[in-house]
């Protein structure tokens, strides 16, 4: 009863009947003004779904701050930082991870380069290298100085985008991997899109509209007032359909009219997919890719070929600005990594998953979590055994001959026909050794 009491004591409603008293911090805005927008020429064409695919692929990339064994650079741990649940969880009050990094891959298509910079830290940046960081943000760079860039970035406490003044050596500016493909004024996607607005500019003229009518009079207008005439009677025509409800107008007997029933052919469509497949054959890119179809080794040429070079850029500049060289000495990282069970049928898992355990790759919980399921709560499920082999800590006992009992072990598992094999030696060359010396023993007397 007390609970309950305490339940009604302390409850809360978003609806309850009070009056609204939240104070005023910042301008409001129909649409997120923190969003990074394309530029008009890439938000209408196809290029807009090449940057997204790509930026989603890169997002489902997983980066940690991790800490590496001392002999070998493997990873050893993660490390529960303040940077690590930034690159994994929150960046900033407004965007997830995946957000985060699709907003920043996108942006990086779009202007080539990008700063992302830390806003809140726990020491100035430009005085130590030794702080944490708290949340960071995607800027554009606008103007470029020695040591020092000018950033276009979010600013979440007034609401509106602002130009700072940041250091190099604190922000990680990242450069695309594919810049002269992509952003080079004369590269294949910008060439591409040259074509693609044109072909934008021809349709709109097309569909504006027009009649393409060509009105043929029954005399020469060679001179001026049969020029004059002309136009006053080609004007009268669009008068009447203009002005008629059904768009119906008369001409005389003597004249004849034409119609234009297709625009002037050129060769901008055949430009645009020859330049659209050597795009797609240089970033890495098939048509299956984007409608999902594409088979296991095209999925691993996208990988490699696409989004390996841009998480590698990523994470290289997260290490390189935001881990100072102290942290590098105490085998500190920043670390990417992509599941590779994504790419694999479910058919295909079994199989998997006992070769993996069976090498003492993966434990059996590892596995488990892979497809879906619960860990086990069995303690070895969490060990790196091969379970097809008897263990140290299970007991073995002997027989009178000395041969190891293989009776806890199933009868066609490899460790009990291996068992059974040195028994039986064991046994054969007791019975040779016991004939020996019997033959001996005979020969001796007889003598």
């Given at each position: 009863?007390?609970?309950?009491?305490?339940?009604?004591?302390r409850?809360?409603?978003?609806?309850?009947?009070?009056?609204?008293?939240?104070?005023?911090?910042?301008?409001?805005?129909?649409?997120?003004?923190?969003?990074?927008?394309?530029?008009?020429?890439?938000?209408?064409?196809?290029?807009?779904?090449?940057?997204?695919?790509?930026?989603?692929?890169?997002?489902?990339?997983?980066?940690?701050?991790?800490?590496?064994?001392?002999?070998?650079?493997?990873?050893?741990?993660?490390i529960?930082?303040p940077?690590?649940?930034?690159?994994?969880?929150?960046?900033?009050?407004?965007?997830?991870?995946?957000?985060?990094?699709?907003?920043?891959?996108s942006?990086?298509?779009?202007?080539?380069?990008?700063?992302?910079?830390?806003?809140?830290?726990?020491?100035?940046?430009?005085?130590?290298?030794?702080?944490?960081?708290?949340?960071?943000?995607?800027?554009?760079?606008?103007?470029?100085?020695?040591?020092?860039?000018?950033?276009?970035?979010?600013?979440?406490?007034?609401?509106?985008?602002?130009?700072?003044i940041?250091?190099?050596?604190?922000?990680?500016?990242i450069?695309?991997?594919f810049?002269?493909?992509?952003?080079?004024?004369?590269s294949?996607?910008?060439?591409?899109l040259?074509?693609?607005?044109?072909?934008?500019?021809?349709?709109?003229?097309?569909?504006?509209?027009?009649?393409?009518?060509?009105?043929?009079?029954?005399?020469?207008i060679?001179?001026?007032?049969?020029?004059?005439?002309?136009?006053?009677?080609?004007?009268?025509?669009?008068?009447?359909?203009?002005?008629?409800?059904?768009?119906?107008?008369?001409?005389d007997?003597?004249?004849?009219?034409?119609?234009?029933?297709?625009?002037?052919?050129?060769?901008?469509?055949a430009?645009?997919?020859?330049?659209q497949?050597?795009?797609?054959n240089?970033?890495?890119?098939?048509?299956?890719?984007?409608?999902?179809?594409?088979?296991?080794?095209?999925?691993?040429?996208?990988?490699?070929?696409?989004?390996?070079?841009?998480?590698?850029?990523?994470?290289?500049?997260?290490?390189r600005?935001?881990?100072?060289?102290?942290?590098?000495?105490?085998h500190?990282?920043?670390?990417?990594?992509?599941?590779?069970?994504?790419?694999?049928?479910?058919?295909q898992?079994?199989?998997?998953?006992?070769?993996?355990?069976?090498?003492?790759?993966?434990?059996?919980n590892?596995?488990?979590?892979?497809?879906?399921?619960?860990?086990?709560?069995?303690?070895?499920?969490?060990?790196?055994?091969?379970?097809?082999l008897?263990?140290?800590?299970?007991?073995q006992?002997?027989?009178?001959?000395?041969?190891?009992?293989?009776?806890k072990?199933?009868?066609?598992?490899?460790?009990?026909?291996?068992?059974?094999?040195?028994?039986?030696?064991?046994?054969?060359?007791?019975q040779?050794?016991?004939?020996?010396?019997?033959?001996?023993?005979?020969?001796?007397?007889?003598?």
């Amino acid at each position: 009863m007390a609970n309950f009491a305490e339940r009604i004591k302390r409850s809360w409603n978003v609806f309850m009947g009070r009056d609204q008293t939240y104070s005023y911090d910042g301008p409001g805005f129909g649409m997120r003004p923190d969003r990074m927008h394309f530029r008009s020429y890439n938000a209408k064409s196809v290029i807009a779904s090449i940057y997204n695919r790509i930026a989603v692929d890169v997002a489902l990339v997983t980066f940690n701050h991790v800490r590496l064994d001392k002999d070998d650079e493997r990873m050893e741990s993660i490390i529960k930082s303040p940077l690590n649940e930034v690159l994994t969880l929150s960046p900033n009050k407004d965007q997830s991870a995946l957000e985060f990094f699709v907003d920043a891959v996108s942006t990086l298509f779009d202007e080539g380069t990008i700063a992302i910079v830390p806003i809140d830290t726990s020491a100035d940046p430009s005085q130590t290298d030794s702080y944490d960081i708290y949340s960071i943000r995607v800027g554009k760079v606008t103007e470029w100085f020695p040591s020092n860039v000018r950033v276009e970035v979010y600013n979440d406490r007034l609401g509106r985008k602002q130009e700072i003044i940041v250091p190099k050596s604190s922000t990680a500016i990242i450069e695309n991997p594919f810049y002269s493909i992509m952003n080079e004024p004369n590269s294949q996607l910008q060439r591409l899109l040259r074509v693609l607005n044109q072909i934008d500019r021809t349709n709109e003229q097309n569909s504006s509209g027009k009649l393409d009518l060509i009105l043929q009079l029954p005399y020469s207008i060679h001179t001026t007032a049969r020029k004059r005439e002309a136009e006053e009677r080609r004007k009268a025509i669009e008068g009447q359909l203009k002005d008629a409800q059904y768009g119906i107008a008369y001409v005389d007997g003597t004249e004849r009219i034409t119609q234009l029933n297709r625009a002037v052919e050129n060769n901008l469509w055949a430009q645009a997919k020859d330049l659209q497949a050597d795009l797609y054959n240089q970033l890495g890119l098939t048509k299956e890719i984007f409608d999902g179809t594409a088979d296991e080794a095209a999925s691993l040429n996208y990988q490699s070929r696409s989004i390996e070079p841009i998480a590698t850029a990523f994470a290289q500049e997260f290490q390189r600005k935001w881990l100072s060289k102290t942290a590098r000495t105490q085998h500190q990282a920043i670390w990417y990594y992509r599941d590779p069970f994504k790419l694999v049928p479910i058919s295909q898992i079994a199989e998997i998953g006992d070769k993996f355990t069976r090498n003492e790759i993966m434990t059996s919980n590892e596995i488990r979590s892979i497809i879906g399921r619960k860990p086990s709560k069995d303690p070895k499920a969490d060990k790196l055994i091969n379970s097809n082999l008897n263990q140290p800590e299970e007991k073995q006992g002997s027989d009178p001959s000395g041969s190891t009992s293989v009776s806890k072990l199933p009868n066609n598992s490899p460790a009990t026909m291996d068992s059974k094999r040195i028994q039986n030696a064991r046994l054969w060359l007791n019975q040779i050794g016991t004939q020996k010396a019997t033959r001996i023993e005979s020969e001796e007397k007889t003598s």
